[in-house]
């Protein structure tokens, strides 16, 4: 009885779907956050008959033949990386990127971390951090007597310093792009980092080149459409209950089998 094992890889792939489905829910309101979508591929099949074989000795064949599947698996869980609303926050270190790119910060464990998350500020330093207190990569050192702050759409960070009149240059944000960005591989704390799929980051000016710009006091919303998103959870509980059912009718074919006299 195969469509006790069947609908059991269909329970298991809809299990899997709603998981990914809950978690873009979770993360609704996680700034930079990208939703994710779960792809699937049917699994081996088994022939019993094959199309074109020879059904005759005057050579006629038959025109289909008889495969039996084995179910279904997940492929993949891509992630859409659509740009999300930008919204105003008041914050002047707050900073959403319009179009493509992303910053970057330095991981604690040396790595760099690629991330749409621009909600920065200064550590005891003066250094530009992330909320985790990971430097913003290049550096850039905001002095404790710097005012009025300003980073323009191509990532120019000015500030007045102390009483000065005319702002002083401290440095200038960069963005990363990538050939596949659905390559990269999330490691939390809203940050990727490139993988072999994703290929090498390539850096770039904001606001040039196709790279996005740079908004002060902005931050990007997760893409994350709850309608759709509930929408799709009905749909896979839906599957799920249904290949629930096959598992039920198979049991009771079987348990009819087992009875016969």
Known sequence: MQALYIASTG?????????VISNNIANMRTTGYKRQRVEFQDLLYQQLARAGAQTSDQGTKSPVGVEIGSGVKTAATPRIMTQGTVTPTENDLDVAVSGEGYFAVALPDGRTGYTRDGSFDRDSSGQLVNVNGYAVQPG???PDTANQVSISADGIVQ?????????????QLQLYRFANKQGLEAVGDNNFVETAASGAAQ???PNTDGMGKVMQGYLEEANVNSVTEIAD???AQRAYEMNARVVTGADEMLQSVSQMR
């Open 233 to 235: 959870l009905i749909a």
């Open 140 to 142: 850039i050192t905001i």
């Open 11 to 19: 329970m298991a792939a809809q299990e899997r779907n709603v998981e």
């Open 203 to 205: 850096a770039g000016t």
């Open 159 to 171: 500030a007045y310093i102390g009483n000065a009149t005319t702002p002083t240059q401290l440095g």
